[in-house]
């Protein structure tokens, strides 16, 4: 079964401080992997994506890692700012007759904090 | 670049009233993405349509759900009659289509959140 599952849930952490969100996904066959974020009221807008080949992505303070192999995911935000909260998704693409699929995890809510 | 419009942002329902959201997509894309998002959820996708044709819609309740993108450019969506549960974000994507490669990314729109008291 696809399944794409992140944690923690919810993170709460102050500003300026480091994070480390999780995913794990089951998803088969694997096209490609996507992190985004959602503000509260709008709608998920794309961070990083990464093929079965890249193992490491990066935009400005986010820093994403694919391990194929254990088929799990991190992103990483450093230096963390107030705007930095929202909910982080995890969205994973299995890529079946010329159409992509993608299979959505439950979010990551992280709050900063001054 | 304009990005995907959907209308309204908001909008409050007593159970079985009916409800339309409008969604336009990107200029260009072929495929058009309806979600729904119950709050702490990710989206779940309702229906996939490419140009004007249904690609995928295993997952929309048919029975009061209903969409339709007729001229292969905007879309609505449709709940007749809601229930309570319907209370939820619908997001509406769009994406170039087939033949850009597999990384054939969906911009979102700022949803559609939708009360059913």
């Known amino acids: 079964k696809n399944q794409v599952e992140q944690s923690p849930q919810s993170l709460i952490i102050l500003e300026g401080k480091n994070c480390t969100l999780q995913c794990n996904y089951t998803v088969s066959p694997f096209s490609n992997l996507r992190w985004y974020k959602q503000d509260t009221g709008r709608g998920p807008v794309s961070l990083t994506i990464?093929?079965?080949?890249?193992n490491t992505k990066s935009n400005g303070r986010y820093t994403a890692t694919l391990d194929a192999d254990t088929k799990q995911s991190s992103l990483h935000i450093t230096a963390s700012q107030l705007s930095d909260s929202a909910s982080y998704i995890c969205?994973?693409?299995?890529?079946?007759?010329?159409?992509?699929?993608?299979?959505f995890g439950t979010g990551t809510r992280l709050t900063v904090i001054p | 670049e304009a990005g995907v419009a959907q209308s309204p942002r908001y909008k409050i329902i007593e159970k079985r009233q009916s409800v339309a959201f409008w969604c336009n997509p990107i200029s260009g894309h072929a495929t058009l993405y309806w979600y729904q998002q119950i709050l702490g959820q990710g989206p779940k996708l309702l229906i996939q349509?490419?140009?004007?044709?249904?690609?995928?819609d295993s997952q929309l309740p048919k029975d009061r759900f209903s969409a339709e993108r007729l001229k292969g450019v905007d879309s609505t969506l449709k709940i007749q009659p809601a229930k309570l549960e319907d209370s939820a974000v619908y997001l509406c994507?769009?994406?170039?289509?087939?033949?850009?490669?597999?990384?054939?990314?969906?911009?979102f729109g700022p949803g559609t959140r939708l009360t059913v008291t």
């Open positions: 969205v994973v693409s299995a890529y079946q007759t010329g159409a992509n699929n993608l299979f």
């Open positions: 349509f490419q140009n004007n044709g249904v690609v995928d």
């Open positions: 994507a769009s994406s170039m289509g087939p033949g850009t490669g597999r990384a054939d990314e969906q911009y």
């Open positions: 990464m093929t079965f080949s890249e």
